[in-house]
């Protein structure tokens, strides 16, 4: 029997599995593999990591939500053998072989190769590293009232990325009620940036709002900030050719994503975990193995530059590939090549704030405030929807919020 494997259950994995099952042949063994049991909403990290919402809003049982003929496997990708066809497991002595492969194994917090980061900094990259980051802000809090020390009461977001903004959107939101509920001074809240400008694929008037509502809430924008070492409850940075330090019990680190280490430790020509497919996804002199998500490298013809590696693009790459691997077994022609269109981008700053651009009739169209805070709920509730079911969209959706 023909065998498909999916590599990754994230959103890329998840809706690849959803359409195969609809439209694969019958006769296709399809399965699964992931070493969580569980789907985590990663857009949405920021919330669980300023305490907003309870991990389990954003994380659902892959099998719950998985249609019947897709097998799961909750195991560990080690290694990928493309030349052979077989994909290795964690503690397993015979690898899988495979007629096709969908490798989309996700992303991992990249160091840069700067001092302490690593030991001294807390990465948001998945649901458990995002409930440390919250574990860590209200542990520090609560010590302050006995220890009297003003690093439990200061937090560095190194980095003014998408994840950085939106962690920072939702702390401005959440840290006064922390600060009322252990009865401490004020919480201060730092971001290092070394850009000299945020959110690059905004607007400057939207980037200009993210500016002010952070100076409304009080948090200090550092910009142009080179940070050149991490150590304990301490930031080393380079600013207008100072050297600079801050001192804050919680250091989070959002300044930049890598792809899967498994994509070099199989070989493959990757750089910080991501390969360059061809015009149908496809890793190049074999059109069995698609590439997807944040391991793969799509080239923008207009920029020459790879796409930012976003939900949206992996969930583009998703629908492609899966229709044309439900072409190819059914033995029919698809020569049609990948082109992404981007739907627009939001970023939220809290639950009744964000930041948007979108097109509608050929024409930009930029929201800010409540509107594009709607906007962003309807992304997740319709990725809930499509990628699990109705029934975990109307639990765990941001329907209710909407009030």
């Not at 002010?212 to 304990?232: P, Q, W, Y």
């Not at 930012?308 to 049609?336: G, M, W």
Request: glycine content about 6%; charged content about 25%.
């Amino acid at each position: 029997m023909t065998q498909v494997l999916i590599l990754g259950a994230g959103y890329a994995g998840m809706r690849t599995a959803k359409i195969l099952a609809k439209k694969a042949p019958n006769d296709i063994n399809i399965t699964l593999i992931d070493k969580e049991t569980y789907h985590t909403e990663k857009t949405n990290l920021h919330e669980v990591a300023a305490g907003t919402i309870s991990p389990d809003r954003i994380s659902y049982d892959i099998r719950e939500v998985l249609p019947e003929r897709i097998n799961f496997l909750n195991a560990e990708v080690v290694k990928i053998d493309v030349d052979h066809k077989c994909v290795y497991l964690k503690g397993q002595d015979n690898p899988l072989e495979y007629d096709q492969v969908v490798i989309c194994l996700g992303f991992k917090s990249e160091s840069f190769g700067i001092d302490g980061v690593e030991q001294y900094s807390l990465p948001l990259d998945t649901l458990d590293a995002a409930k440390n980051v919250w574990n860590s802000i209200e542990q520090s809090v609560k010590r302050f009232n006995e220890t009297k020390d003003e690093r439990d009461l200061n937090i560095v977001i190194c980095g003014a990325g998408f994840t950085g903004i939106e962690v920072l959107g939702e702390l401005a939101n959440k840290l006064p009620e922390l600060q009322q509920r252990y009865q401490t001074p004020s919480i201060k809240v730092t971001c290092l940036e070394r850009a000299t400008s945020i959110l690059p694929m905004f607007s400057k008037e939207l980037g200009d709002y993210t500016l002010n509502f952070m100076s409304k809430h009080n948090i200090n924008m550092i910009l142009g900030a080179e940070i050149n070492g991490v150590s304990d409850r301490k930031v080393s940075y380079k600013l207008n050719d100072e050297e600079k330090e801050l001192e804050a019990s919680t250091i989070v680190w959002t300044v930049g994503v890598s792809g899967s280490d498994i994509m070099e430790d199989s070989n493959l020509p990757a750089k910080r975990g991501r390969v360059i497919v061809d015009d149908h996804l496809n890793l190049e002199d074999h059109p069995e193995v698609y590439v997807l998500g944040d391991v793969a490298a799509v080239m923008d013809p207009t920029s020459n530059r790879p796409y930012p590696v976003t939900a949206q693009i992996a969930l583009s790459q998703a629908t492609y590939a899966a229709k044309r691997i439900s072409k190819t077994l059914d033995n029919k022609d698809f020569d049609e090549k990948y082109e992404y269109h981007s739907l627009g981008t939001v970023a939220s700053l809290g639950d009744r704030d964000a930041v948007a651009e979108t097109s509608l009739a050929g024409k930009t169209i930029k929201l800010k405030g409540y509107p594009a805070s709607a906007l962003k709920k309807v992304i997740t509730d319709k990725s809930l929807y499509k990628d699990a079911n109705i029934s975990t969209m109307l639990k765990k959706g941001r329907y209710d919020l909407w009030k």
